[in-house]
């Protein structure tokens, strides 16, 4: 996208020269970068990543932390049935680590750079790269994780950069020889499959609007989703055009096709996909969220009002298509963020509710069983076990995100107190009915736990409601202390179809919600630390376990039993020099291998 890549060159500018990092003993460039690679040798800059045609699923050492897949989850509407609007964030290389140990500093920016409103969206692409900084850009593990435990499609990005003639003639010449065409079409589709993630973003820039580069990049795109389908994986293409598309080549779409017009798109543009018989719901008009270089109105060069941006998503919505919102974090506008992760959960509401309110979707994957929540964001000020404050400082890392409320009118996160994680729910209100999960739970003899704290004890007593049944109130009972508090139910019903919570006045913050039967951690077995160098030459540790089943969560301690990190890959990369780290699996009950260190847990 030829206008955001300017952007993306002075951020990166940006994060490489300030001190990011709070600790000393972290060090960026020791942990391993989210993977990219570059189609060709445009520059001899070694940030522009290996060559992708020397990839080889055998030897690459990033997989073991994409170890543990996460299936893509069964979804049920929750009122509004859209499609969701596609979520596009501007990722950068370097910038997502595999660990908890990038501590970023709030005052750089940093913390844009995450997403709580998966119920809204129906797909996300992770969108990064250029000639300079990798063309293939694969998604971190832990946004796949969130992305497919919320029942949302994930991409990687396929770059061609902006009228770029040497990237065009590789199109149109490498690319026309087949056995080079079915080469890098298998492996665009190994690599997807490999990673876990849904299939490409397809950025052509490179000879905007020639014809012939549409077609041979079609051909491209057709092998990719025929060579997924010879392995099993129906992948996904999501086709960005950066000038006007000749709309004859788009019925060669596969049907696993999306389009995504450029920012220019109108009336034509709109009659052209319907005559093609392009599936009008799979077409997501772009909407570029950065904010303008004068006033506070999201929209960039080709939105001038929030007036425009609203009568834009009036004519999406005339379309019968949706929105492909671009650098969704540009909500929050360019300075840095320096009011909290309340304020961004915040600001994200309230765009989505005052502008694309009618593009949302509101669905909830709380389908299986187990179900567990901490209400952790992915993010935190601090970091709590057991409900006990670990004086952690700030980290981020989306793989340890939750399954979140897909309702969010009266209830906020508290990164102030957690009981596993970052933070707790909370409300702004005190009295009322506040729905939490829309749900489609077979709840016959299972059991509920829910763990919460009171932190006043005026008002009454809060209660857990299921499926809007007022009469059958559970009721939270407060002992007094000011501290978490566990309540076990066992339960035997048809279906649990709505979790609520009904406050009575008394201040009220939930650390855990669980439906399921208690189950047993795996042990953890063959621990193993070894030496390691990223695709930038940097070294690190890995290191590596393995359990017979996986877990909910696993947690890394050092020799000297200091809480490092959590995961749920059976791999961490760390730039601590431990030789003897501990290991513990946490299940989805929330029962420990063993003994946490210094601690009673059980």
């Known amino acids: 996208m030829k206008r955001t890549m300017m952007y993306a060159v002075l951020t990166l500018i940006?994060?490489?020269?300030?001190?990011?990092?709070?600790?000393?003993?972290?060090?960026?460039?020791?942990?391993?970068?989210?993977?990219?690679?570059?189609?060709?040798?445009?520059?001899?800059?070694?940030?522009?990543?290996?060559?992708?045609?020397?990839?080889?699923?055998?030897?690459?050492?990033?997989?073991?932390?994409?170890?543990?897949?996460?299936?893509?989850s069964v979804t049920i509407p929750a009122g509004q049935e859209n499609d969701g609007f596609q979520a596009v964030y501007t990722m950068f290389n370097n910038y997502t680590s595999l660990s908890m140990e990038r501590k970023y500093n709030q005052t750089v920016g940093q913390r844009k750079y995450y997403y709580t409103n998966w119920t809204n969206c129906g797909s996300f692409i992770y969108f990064g790269g250029g000639s300079d900084s990798g063309q293939v850009y694969l998604p971190n593990p832990g946004w796949i994780k969130a992305?497919?435990?919320?029942?949302?499609?994930?991409?990687?990005?396929?770059?061609?950069?902006?009228?770029?003639?040497?990237?065009?003639?590789?199109?149109?010449?490498?690319?026309?020889?087949?056995?080079?065409?079915?080469?890098?079409?298998?492996?665009?589709?190994?690599?997807?499959?490999?990673?876990?993630?849904?299939?490409?973003?397809?950025?052509?820039?490179?000879?905007?609007?020639?014809?012939?580069?549409?077609?041979?990049?079609?051909?491209?795109?057709?092998?990719?989703?025929?060579?997924?389908?010879?392995?099993?994986?129906?992948?996904?293409?999501?086709?960005?055009?950066?000038?006007?598309?000749?709309?004859?080549?788009?019925?060669?779409?596969?049907?696993?096709?999306?389009?995504?017009?450029?920012?220019?798109?109108?009336?034509?543009?709109?009659?052209?996909?319907k005559k093609s018989g392009f599936p009008?719901?799979?077409?997501?008009?772009?909407?570029?969220?950065?904010?303008?270089?004068?006033?506070?109105?999201?929209?960039?060069?080709?939105?001038?009002?929030?007036?425009d941006f609203d009568n834009n998503i009036k004519n999406i919505i005339k379309y019968k298509g949706s929105a492909g919102l671009f650098d969704l974090q540009g909500i929050l506008g360019d300075p840095p963020v320096t009011k909290g992760l309340t304020y961004i959960?915040?600001?994200?509401?309230?765009?989505?509710?005052?502008?694309?309110?009618?593009?949302?979707?509101?669905?909830?994957?709380?389908?299986?069983?187990?179900?567990?929540?901490?209400?952790?964001?992915?993010?935190?000020?601090?970091?709590?076990?057991?409900?006990?404050?670990?004086?952690?400082?700030?980290w981020n890392d989306m793989g340890q995100q939750d399954i979140l409320p897909n309702y969010r009118v009266n209830n906020l996160y508290d990164y102030t107190d957690g009981y596993y994680g970052g933070s707790s729910l909370a409300f702004d209100i005190e009295r009322g009915k506040v729905d939490l999960y829309s749900s489609d739970l077979a709840a016959t003899n299972c059991k509920i736990q829910i763990i919460y704290k009171y932190s006043d004890q005026t008002g009454k007593e809060a209660a857990l409601i299921l499926n809007d049944n007022l009469d059958k109130a559970i009721t939270l009972v407060d002992d007094g202390k000011s501290e978490w508090q566990t309540k076990n139910i066992s339960l035997s019903m048809d279906k649990i179809t709505l979790i609520s919570v009904q406050l009575n006045g008394r201040k009220l913050n939930i650390g855990k919600i669980f439906v399921g039967s208690v189950d047993a951690a795996p042990t953890v077995s063959?621990?193993?630390?070894?030496?390691?160098?990223?695709?930038?030459?940097?070294?690190?540790?890995?290191?590596?376990?393995?359990?017979k089943t996986d877990a909910f969560a696993y947690e890394i301690y050092d020799s000297s039993n200091k809480f490092i990190a959590r995961t749920s890959q059976k791999a961490f990369a760390t730039v601590d020099s431990s030789s003897s780290p501990k290991v513990i699996s946490v299940s989805y009950s929330g029962v420990v291998s063993e003994p946490r260190p210094g601690s009673k847990s059980k």
């Open 14 to 72: 940006a994060v490489f020269t300030v001190p990011c990092f709070l600790n000393a003993d972290d060090f960026p460039n020791s942990i391993p970068v989210t993977p990219y690679f570059q189609l060709q040798k445009w520059n001899s800059s070694s940030s522009a990543g290996p060559l992708f045609k020397d990839w080889d699923q055998a030897t690459d050492n990033n997989l073991i932390f994409y170890k543990v897949k996460t299936p893509l």
């Open 147 to 273: 992305a497919h435990q919320n029942g949302k499609v994930i991409l990687g990005t396929l770059f061609f950069t902006w009228d770029d003639s040497a990237q065009a003639d590789w199109i149109n010449g490498d690319l026309q020889d087949e056995e080079t065409l079915n080469s890098y079409a298998e492996k665009l589709a190994d690599i997807a499959i490999a990673y876990g993630f849904d299939g490409w973003f397809i950025n052509q820039e490179a000879k905007p609007g020639d014809v012939t580069t549409d077609l041979n990049m079609n051909n491209l795109c057709t092998k990719i989703v025929a060579k997924g389908n010879l392995k099993g994986k129906e992948l996904i293409i999501n086709w960005y055009q950066a000038q006007d598309l000749d709309f004859k080549i788009i019925p060669q779409l596969s049907k696993n096709a999306m389009l995504f017009p450029d920012y220019y798109w109108n009336d034509s543009t709109y009659d052209g996909i």
């Open 280 to 307: 009008l719901d799979r077409v997501y008009y772009g909407q570029d969220i950065f904010k303008l270089v004068v006033g506070d109105i999201p929209g960039g060069p080709y939105v001038k009002s929030m007036s």
């Open 345 to 394: 959960d915040a600001e994200y509401i309230k765009f989505i509710t005052d502008h694309l309110s009618d593009l949302s979707a509101n669905s909830s994957s709380v389908t299986t069983l187990p179900f567990v929540t901490y209400f952790n964001t992915g993010q935190g000020n601090n970091y709590f076990i057991d409900g006990n404050s670990l004086d952690f400082g700030l």
């Open 526 to 547: 063959n621990i193993s630390v070894t030496s390691e160098k990223d695709m930038l030459n940097a070294e690190y540790n890995a290191i590596t376990w393995d359990t």
